[in-house]
Nanobody
Framework: QVQLVESGGGSVQAGGSLRLACVAP????????IGWFRQAPGKEREGVAG??????????VNVNSMKGRFTVSQDNAKNTVYLQINNLKPEDTAMYYC??????????????????WGQGTQVTVSS
């Protein structure tokens, strides 16, 4: 059973920052896209950002509300992908998940493409 593990969520005030972490098995981390998704209550899951650690390719969704505030990065020694979120807004409140896509590219527009998922980490932003 392949498992990804997220951490780093919490409750913050608007304007604050969080860094979420996703630890993946070495074989998954090296060879695939690790994507970040979020799902707010009553809303569909949406892609946020992704990275292919093996080649260093980074992907962001083209959503104005996210541009410039979300940064994805990697730590090869820890098999970890990070999602830095700055200037948090109440609308960022959601469960954040990381997931692995097991072939070429990083199709953040369709979460069903991603095979292995973590349990999620909750981000709550108060105004």
């Amino acid at each position: 059973q392949v498992q990804l593990v997220e951490s780093g969520g919490g409750s913050v005030q608007a304007g604050g920052s969080l860094r979420l972490a996703c630890v993946a098995p070495r074989s998954i981390f090296n060879n695939n896209c690790i994507g970040w998704f979020r799902q707010a209550p009553g809303k569909e899951r949406e892609g946020v950002a992704g990275i292919r650690p093996g080649v260093g390719s980074i992907y962001y969704v083209n959503v104005n509300s996210m541009k410039g505030r979300f940064t994805v990065s990697q730590d090869n020694a820890k098999n970890t992908v990070y999602l830095q979120i700055n200037n948090l807004k109440p609308e960022d409140t959601a469960m954040y998940y990381c997931a692995a896509f097991l072939t070429f590219g990083c199709p953040l527009d369709n979460s069903t493409n991603f095979r292995f998922w973590g349990q999620g980490t909750q981000v709550t932003v108060s105004s």
